[in-house]
Every structure is written in C-alpha cells, then in structure tokens.
DNA sequence: CCTACATCCTCTAGCGACTAGAGGTGCAAG
DNA sequence: CTTGCACCTCTAGTCGCTAGAGGATGTAGG
C-alpha cells in the first residue's frame, strides 16, 4: 500500500493539516502508523473518518457528539436510536438559532433603516442600544 | 450620591458581576472609584453603558464593534456613518447565518427523517455523514 | 462586641475548537 | 549538494467569558 502523507490526508479530506494532528492529539482519529522518518501514514479509512467529521463539524455538530457518531458508525450492529436522537438534537438547536437569528435580523433592519446618515446624536443604531425598551421583540 | 455595588450593577444591567470585572480589565468600561475597603463603586452611567454593551452582544455585535460604538456614543457630534456600517455588516452576517442555517435544517431534516429506527448500518443519519455526495445542498 | 454570612477582592486556569509560530528534521528535484 | 517544501513537536494565543482558590469587607442579628 501506497503511504499517505499528513498533507495528502488533508488534501483529500478538507480538514487542515493541524487540524488533523489535533484530532488525532484528541483521540477522535487514530493515531496512524510512522515512517522511517517519524512521519505519519494514513490509511484510505482515515480519510473517510476525516471526511465524516469534517462532514458533521460543518453541520455544526459538537466534537463529543461527534465522538458518539464515530462509536455508531464503528459498530453497525448497534440501534441508531442515539445517532436519531443526536440529529433530533441538532436540528432542534439549528431551528432555535434560525428563530432567534430572524429576530435579530428585524432589529438589525430597524435600525439601519432608521439611520438618518447624520450626526450621532440622531442615530437610530447608538439610540436602540441604549434603550433596549426600544426593541419590537424581548426575544432576548 | 449613593454608592452602588458591582452585585447591584450587575443585578441592574443583567451583566454578571465577573462580566463587569472583564469589561473594565479589557477597558470596555472605565475603572470606577473604590470605597475605603477597596470595593468598586458605579455611577448610573456605568450602568447605562453596560446595558447598552448587554443589548450588543445580545444581538451578536463583537467586543471590538461595541468598542467602535461606544466611542461614538460618547462623542455624539461625530457621523454616525460608521455606527450604520457596523450595523449593516452585522446584518449582512445575520442574513448569511440564516441562509446557511436554513440549509442544514433542510439536510438535517432529511437525515432524520429517513432513519429508520433500525440498525446502524441501515441509518440515514450516519449513512450522510459519512458520503458528502448525498448532500442536496453543496451549501458547505 | 461578636459571630455568621453574603458579598466583595485578586489571581490563575479552563472552556471549545482550533490556529499561529518557533525551532528543528525529512525528503525529492535539479 | 543544495534548495526548498513538507513534515515533526511543543507552546501559546484566539474569543468572551466562567469557575475556583484564598482572602478581605460589609451587614444583620444576638
């Protein structure tokens, strides 16, 4: 077999170099074999071990959750009921953050189009965060 | 004039009181006076100014935009042409946020539902993790 | 006045998930 | 053989706090 170098690794995956060495230091990839010069050798199975936690980290799922998925996909004899529960999870936090972010959105837009592009003192921006009773939701 | 405590300052901004210590260590705040015993003492204006902070990140502006903002709340003959790029580039943020957002609730969405409360091997959740390919969105 | 207790003080270290940099070694091409 | 890139380890820094140690101060009741 053919090695594959740190770089290589990281090419193939999308995760970065350093990256990479930090979730081995973390014990989320195993640590591969070593060359005659103490340099680090993967195997295809670590690239698709690198390229599912790229996968899931884009996702916005946490390390130890993705920890979790590891174990799952490590042994497909198990119920996926804690993968389904983790992906419930997140989709329930990614829905809460879209809510609070629309809210947000409207204030930001409030704001900016309240701004007479003048002087600060009439500054629709500076004025809201000051006053937070000045807000349309107390979503916060 | 009444003295008030870092805990009443706190209780009064909704800032928690090792956040107020913070943001005078980072100088987002002045260094008040101190009472004989060495205890901090604000004036109503430190509490205006950390709600105003309060209100800012609650909407997410970063420590160095709050920074900017402050500097022109307390000069207010200045334009506030930088307060509305501020806001309109936190705005910009948002908008992308939720884009992106809305795209993983959708691949979240698909993977939750097509799990079959089985095995893992047949799960749809580990199953997309895994192969980025099965992604409907090459939003990441 | 004494004691109990809450609140305050400073300082250091930790969180998550990396990222940057120093200082050194390995390796392949020209 | 030398150039130059990729690799190695290790430490420290990022952001915005948060937690804890260990001690001083302030207040209310007895």
Known sequence: MKKITIGEAARRSGVKVP????YESIGL???????EGNQRS???ADISRLAFIRHARELGFEIEAIRTLLTLQDDPHQS???ADAIAKARLAEV?????????LKAELEIMVEGCGHGRVDQC???????DHDQCTHSHH
């Open 124 to 130: 629709r921006v500076i004025e809201v965060l000051a």
């Open 42 to 44: 993967f195997e295809p």
């Open 19 to 22: 990256t990479v060495r930090y």
């Open 29 to 35: 990839l195993a640590a591969p074999s070593r060359s």
């Open 95 to 103: 829905e809460q953050r879209i809510r609070s972010l629309m809210a």
């Open 80 to 82: 996926c009921a804690s």
